[in-house]
């Protein structure tokens, strides 16, 4: 499995922290960055991992930042990512088996490196449930779809 990992700057050091455990632990991790705990802002670099996510390019990433809140609402805004802020294994599962995240946010302020190597494990592990879940994942793409087709009929695009 591809899989990225991307943080602003509050995010870094917990981001190296992290990236080296799971590099420890067999797991194959490209940091697409920021590479500064002094520049390095949540907007550009959620944005940039739901685009690489999104393209194909990386099947699934994970981002961090201060709360998490910031880089996960970031990647959010781009049309396919379906990001989850998860604090805990159990809801890292379920944004999986129910949701089908693509992006897994995590808190440099919130969480331990210990813990957020078991939350990132989970997550890449648990599969999407399908069935009932499929529906109401294809309703998130319907919202996109909507949200896409309104802002280019706008006038302001015409």
Not at 17 to 39: F, N, P, Q, V
Not at 110 to 126: M, S
Request: net charge negative; with cysteine.
């Amino acid at each position: 499995m591809h899989v990225l990992i991307a943080s602003d700057l509050a995010g870094y050091q917990f981001k190296c922290k992290l990236l080296e455990a799971l590099t420890k632990e067999g797991y194959d991790i490209t940091d697409i960055g920021c590479h500064s705990s002094t520049e390095g802002e949540y907007p550009v670099y959620g944005k940039h991992a739901g685009e690489k996510v999104v393209s194909g390019e990386y099947e699934r990433g994970i981002v961090i930042c201060g709360s998490g809140n910031g880089i996960t609402m970031a990647a959010n805004k781009v049309n396919g990512v379906r990001a989850a802020l998860c604090d805990n294994v159990y809801s890292a599962f379920l944004s999986r088996e129910h949701n089908d995240a693509n992006i897994l946010g995590l808190s440099a302020w919130g969480l331990k490196v210990e813990d957020a190597v078991k939350i990132v494990e989970v997550w890449l592990f648990a599969k999407f449930a399908g069935g009932k879940h499929e529906k109401r994942v294809e309703m998130l793409k319907k919202i996109e779809d909507e949200q896409r087709q309104k802002s280019t009929s706008s006038p302001a695009h015409h």
